[in-house]
């Protein structure tokens, strides 16, 4: 999910990011609003996204389904390199168009005709299984610069692991590699597409443009509805004692939480006023990229704050204990981005006897 104009400085921070994750994909007959289905958009659903670009290393991205309706699907995206911006996707594009705009601007407008943002469409899915080729064009910039090329199917009829209302779950794909521009300007790319002509999202890509040192990656790393994760984390505290979060975002290289934060942190707030006799012990983890002495103080200062905002909610503060411990604990490959992604979390541990 790339963020054009939003530089990032530096030191270790993507491998710092602690993210916690309400996270969902979706798309539903418009009038009935409610959720149906993992991989198809409704209202209150949410994708988390990982990805990197020539502007920073790891960062995470969501995207929030507004509106569903049999016109347009309304999204608000956000990003932990401080982007808020708002797009308006029509259905009939989503179901024929053969451009896709490859990622998020305030420069850019907030309908973009006859393209699509999310994935290709129903109808060059069916082409590139059917016949093993699509034609696509790329937007690529807040420019609304464009380049024509085709995609090629490598191989149908594949899996791959995704977060599905935390858990892991295999998801049918296409898997296709894409050829574009001519002369200076030119990219090539791998996708990975969900294989459901009503909702072909693009799970994964890795791109490479001839003007740019470093591709742009992305990856799908959590999906699910949007409601509050409050009875999954209290289910989960009263039986195994634990509960890892993603989705919890602050400033970039900084332990202020961000607006986005506030609804989970009263879930952990309204979960410890239910069970009045629970303490918890909050630990921030993040991934492998940075300093280890860094992103370790920084785990540590990012958990004091969520138990300070915990706090604010009512909390007694001797109900909650801290620590950081950086990369040191890793629940996914630092090697991939979907890996970084699930090592950057804020576990929750019960300590109560």
Same mark, same amino acid.
């Given at each position: 999910?790339?963020?054009? #104009?939003? *530089?990032?400085?530096?030191?270790?921070?993507?491998?710092?990011?602690?993210?916690?994750?309400?996270? &969902?994909?979706?798309?539903?007959?418009?009038?009935?609003?409610?959720?149906?289905?993992?991989l198809m958009p409704h209202v209150g659903g949410q994708i988390d996204y990982a990805f990197a670009n020539r502007y920073g290393p790891d960062a995470e991205a969501r995207?929030?389904?507004? &509106?569903?309706?049999?016109?347009?699907?309304?999204?608000?995206?956000f990003s932990t390199r401080g982007l808020f911006v708002q797009r308006d996707i029509a259905v009939k594009d989503r179901d024929f168009s053969k451009t896709y705009?490859?990622?998020?601007?305030?420069?850019?407008? %907030?309908? @973009?005709?006859?393209?699509?943002s999310l994935g290709i469409s129903g109808a060059a899915l069916?082409? !590139? %299984?059917?016949?093993? %080729?699509? *034609?696509? %064009?790329? @937007?690529?910039?807040?420019?609304?610069?464009? !380049?024509?090329?085709?995609?090629?199917?490598?191989?149908?009829?594949?899996?791959?692991?995704?977060?599905?209302?935390?858990?892991?779950?295999?998801?049918?794909? @296409?898997?296709?590699?894409?050829?574009? #521009?001519?002369?200076?300007?030119? #990219?090539?790319?791998?996708?990975?597409?969900?294989?459901?002509?009503?909702?072909?999202?693009?799970? *994964?890509?890795? @791109?490479?443009?001839?003007?740019?040192k470093e591709p742009r990656v992305e990856?799908?790393?959590?999906?699910?509805?949007?409601?509050?994760?409050?009875?999954?984390?209290?289910?989960?505290?009263?039986?195994?004692r634990k509960y890892d979060l993603y989705g919890i975002h602050f400033d970039f290289d900084k332990t202020t939480l961000q607006s986005s934060a506030r609804s989970l942190i009263k879930d952990i707030a309204l979960t410890l006023k239910n069970n009045p006799n629970w303490t918890l012990q909050i630990n921030g983890h993040t991934d492998s990229i940075g300093e280890s002495g860094y992103n370790q103080k920084l785990s540590a200062q990012r958990a004091a704050s969520v138990a300070k905002a915990i706090v604010a909610e009512g909390i007694k503060a001797d109900r909650l204990s801290t620590g950081g411990f950086g990369a040191a604990k890793p629940k996914g490959d630092n090697a991939t981005l979907e890996g970084r992604a699930l090592n950057r979390r804020v576990e929750l541990l019960r300590t109560d006897k």
């Amino acid at each position: 999910m790339h963020v054009y #104009g939003a *530089q990032s400085s530096a030191r270790g921070v993507g491998a710092a990011l602690l993210v916690l994750c309400q996270v &969902a994909i979706a798309s539903v007959p418009a009038a009935a609003q409610k959720y149906a289905g993992p991989l198809m958009p409704h209202v209150g659903g949410q994708i988390d996204y990982a990805f990197a670009n020539r502007y920073g290393p790891d960062a995470e991205a969501r995207v929030t389904f507004a &509106a569903v309706d049999d016109t347009f699907l309304k999204i608000d995206y956000f990003s932990t390199r401080g982007l808020f911006v708002q797009r308006d996707i029509a259905v009939k594009d989503r179901d024929f168009s053969k451009t896709y705009v490859l990622g998020y601007s305030a420069k850019m407008p %907030r309908m @973009i005709p006859q393209s699509t943002s999310l994935g290709i469409s129903g109808a060059a899915l069916l082409e !590139l %299984r059917n016949s093993g %080729r699509t *034609q696509l %064009r790329l @937007i690529y910039d807040e420019k609304m610069s464009v !380049l024509d090329g085709q995609l090629v199917l490598k191989r149908k009829d594949i899996k791959i692991p995704l977060i599905i209302e935390n858990q892991l779950q295999d998801v049918s794909v @296409i898997h296709a590699i894409g050829t574009f #521009g001519g002369g200076n300007k030119t #990219g090539t790319g791998e996708f990975y597409f969900a294989d459901h002509k009503e909702n072909p999202m693009l799970i *994964q890509s890795a @791109i490479q443009f001839s003007w740019e040192k470093e591709p742009r990656v992305e990856r799908i790393v959590r999906v699910s509805a949007g409601d509050s994760m409050k009875s999954s984390m209290e289910q989960s505290l009263a039986t195994v004692r634990k509960y890892d979060l993603y989705g919890i975002h602050f400033d970039f290289d900084k332990t202020t939480l961000q607006s986005s934060a506030r609804s989970l942190i009263k879930d952990i707030a309204l979960t410890l006023k239910n069970n009045p006799n629970w303490t918890l012990q909050i630990n921030g983890h993040t991934d492998s990229i940075g300093e280890s002495g860094y992103n370790q103080k920084l785990s540590a200062q990012r958990a004091a704050s969520v138990a300070k905002a915990i706090v604010a909610e009512g909390i007694k503060a001797d109900r909650l204990s801290t620590g950081g411990f950086g990369a040191a604990k890793p629940k996914g490959d630092n090697a991939t981005l979907e890996g970084r992604a699930l090592n950057r979390r804020v576990e929750l541990l019960r300590t109560d006897k």
